[in-house]
């Protein structure tokens, strides 16, 4: 057997106990789901979005907010908009910026490796009765959930004992915000990375690192998503299963943004910074023949249309090469406008350079069903 079959059988196991883990922490047998659903032939993802979904809100709606209610609120309106629209919505994750240079020099199977520990770390932080301090040492200060944005705010305003470590700070955030609302976008997370990691068709998962201090949205994305075309997104063939928000605060709203900028806090007067880590996730439409392929343009949100924008593309077709590009420029058009310039030229390693910004785009395999690619941006 081949190291790339000893992955995938270790990947279709890991997934499977992750559904079995997420779905006894909310009450709905997710395996027998699945199970079902590849049975009946029926997409997967959809079968469990379709359980899982209800199962979270009706525990939000059932928990108390912490002291940040208008956080409680969000996270339940991005719960009910994923269950509306099929699409997953991804918080995005914080990530210690010391670690985004062997991030970035990620290539073939690490890259998956990667997405496959963030699920495992998010999933261990799935127990009903975990306090947020076991929580918080749980992920170690690696990886949190900064699309909670006032996690990160309580975590700042922290002082007294409860600002000795980081851990501890997390710890104070995670409690004022809620458990209940923690364990909701952890588990989105861990579900979709599972459904990709143990699906056999053609999907693209994305984790794109914002090591820069702008703040970047996807003009009009969920029309995008809808009608295939729109100016931020182009879809030339597959879905979209889930997308990324950067605080769920300012989700629906003119502020809303996909990717955060870099953030800071002090801790044993140490500065500790932590870069916006966002996931998105496509794949074939059922019955299709082709796989997932199309582009997005990140655009800065409060700069100057002077300022760079980054426009992305991706392609894991059934016939042909899997790949990505990147590319970024001041130029001001559509999506579906750099598909059209960029698909003839995707690659396994693409990078791009325009002042103040360097992109490169790394994916794991130019064969297979699961294509996965690490996007960095950084700032000079």
């Known amino acids: 057997m081949n190291q790339q079959s000893v992955l995938t059988d270790r990947y279709i196991a890991d997934a499977r106990a992750s559904l079995k883990a997420v779905g006894e922490r909310y009450g709905v047998d997710l395996l027998s789901v699945a199970d079902k659903a590849e049975q009946q032939q029926q997409d997967i993802g959809d079968a469990i979005r379709a359980v899982l979904y209800p199962a979270l809100l009706k525990e939000m709606n059932a928990s108390a907010p912490g002291e940040a209610p208008e956080v409680h609120e969000a996270i339940k309106a991005a719960l009910q908009e994923a269950q509306d629209s099929s699409v997953s919505i991804f918080v995005n994750l914080s990530y210690n ?20 520990g963030l699920k495992s770390i998010l999933q261990l932080t799935q127990g009903s009765n975990m306090t947020p301090l076991e929580i918080a040492t749980t992920i170690g200060g690696t990886v949190l959930l900064g699309g909670l944005g006032p996690v990160f705010y309580y975590a700042t305003q922290a002082t007294g004992t409860a600002a000795a470590t980081w851990i501890s700070r997390l710890a104070f955030g995670i409690g004022k915000v809620g458990v ?39 003009e009009k994305w969920r029309k995008g998503v809808d009608s295939k075309n729109d100016k931020g997104i182009y879809l030339n063939h597959g879905k979209v299963a889930g997308f990324m928000v950067a605080d769920l605060t300012k989700i629906n709203t003119d502020d809303e943004t996909q990717l955060g900028g ?3 806090v002090e801790v044993n007067d140490e500065p500790v910074t932590m870069v916006n880590l966002a996931l998105f996730y496509a794949k074939k439409r059922d019955a299709a023949l082709f796989g997932c392929e199309g582009a997005m343009v990140f655009k800065p949100k409060h700069q100057p249309s002077s300022s760079p924008s980054l426009a992305f593309a991706y392609s894991c077709p059934y016939s042909g090469s899997n790949g990505a590009n990147v590319l970024l420029t001041t130029e001001s058009h559509s999506a579906k406008h750099w598909w059209d310039q960029l698909h003839s030229t995707l690659a ?33």
Do not use: R
């Open 180 to 218: 209940a609302g923690w364990g909701a976008l952890a588990a989105v997370i861990v579900i979709e990375i599972g459904l990709y990691l143990m699906s056999v068709q053609a999907n693209f998962l994305a984790v794109i690192v914002n090591n820069t201090n702008e703040q970047f949205e996807v």
């Open 97 to 116: 910026q010391n670690q985004v240079a062997t991030l970035q020099a990620k290539t073939g199977n690490d890259i998956a490796e990667f997405a496959s």
């Open 348 to 380: 396994l390693s693409t990078s791009s350079t325009l002042s103040p910004f360097t992109a490169v785009a790394n994916v794991n395999s130019q064969s297979g069903p699961d294509a996965s690619c690490i996007v960095v941006l950084n700032q000079s």
């Open 262 to 264: 870099i953030q800071t």
